[in-house]
């Protein structure tokens, strides 16, 4: 389980979206994503100066259940000494009146109390997280929606003339699921969610569950493709961030500008200038770029390696790529492994690499199949002696 408290404030500070003394309204449904923003606030609010208050809305389509949802909530608020207020509202009512779907109607009249709990400058928050994101996105895709439509969610927008934040945008379930039972904080569940008439329910359900049987990663790349057309369609082109005075031989992109951009812009960057200097983006992962941005800050002299033999290298404010030296002169160097009882986990690190091994009984399904990846070998445990 990741600590989200870091990621949040650290996204808070990028968007720059709460300022000292600010209101931050946020949608609390009772749920365990929104529950799980909640605390998070709450324990941010003094570190960053804003006033946190509650709005949790029972839109009258789960008659009991909704009104039960609405009271934890309520509760949950006065435990942490923070204002909540309490907003019943007829959705199936608007959604005849209007001809829209219940799902839109309810969206539309939770938005309208939140803004009305906002006030004037108010920030309003809510707690979607990485699979809303790109159930989103699959939803929109298959409606034949436009480029526009492919962006997903915005982490910041406005909505009836105030700012709307998204934090637990790029959050995996599992790490807001893991959050809360460490702190053994409970959390309503809607029924409605395990509904199949609704067809997000059913992405959510049976389509994102397919996606991630071929790639475990699925979500995750998902969001990663609408953050990447987002920046575009912000116009980051990364040769806005070239160094003056650099050539094509060896362009070196300006840190300090780059720095003066949010996390997500930067990573748009220089995935594009990796893709234009590398000769191929193959073996480049998400994790490459993240460690790119990582050397934005890590001071003069420091590099980080990449595929093909290239390695990145932050020097004197200009970040650029180069041919990896060869290394030379290193002396070999073994490691004692000491014999492991069956799930035991055994590591030692050096100054480059950490190494973790585990022993397992091998099933059989795994006989057939090892899975190949750059960074885990498989070992069989009879045939090693001594």
Partial sequence: M???KEPVKRFIREYNMIRQKDTVVLGLSGGGDSVCLFLLLVSLQKELGFRLKTVTVDHGIRGEEGREDAAFAKRLSIKYDIPCRVVRVDAPSLAREEGMSLEEAARRLRYQ?????AQG???IAVAHHAMDQAETVLY????????????GMQPVSQVGGHRL???LLETMPEEITGYLAAREQDFCT????????YARNRIRQRVLPELMAINPK???HICQAARRLQ???????????LAAGTSNRKRCLDIDLLLMENRSVQEQVLYDFLADEMPGMRDVTSRHVSLVADLLTAGTGKKVDLPFGMEAVNEYKNLYLQKREEETGEEPWELEVPLLEEGELWSVSTDRWEIRMKRRVARPKDMGHFPRKNYTKWFDYDKIKN
């Fill in 2 to 4: 990741s600590e989200l």
């Fill in 113 to 117: 109390a939140l803004c009305e709990a």
């Fill in 121 to 123: 400058n108010g920030v």
């Fill in 140 to 151: 929109r895709l298959i409606r034949g929606s436009g480029p526009k439509g492919l962006l």
């Fill in 165 to 167: 934040i998204r934090p």
């Fill in 190 to 197: 809607d029924s409605t969610n395990s509904d199949l008439a």
């Fill in 218 to 220: 699925a979500i995750l």
């Fill in 231 to 241: 920046a575009q369609e912000e116009g980051e082109d990364y040769r806005r961030y």
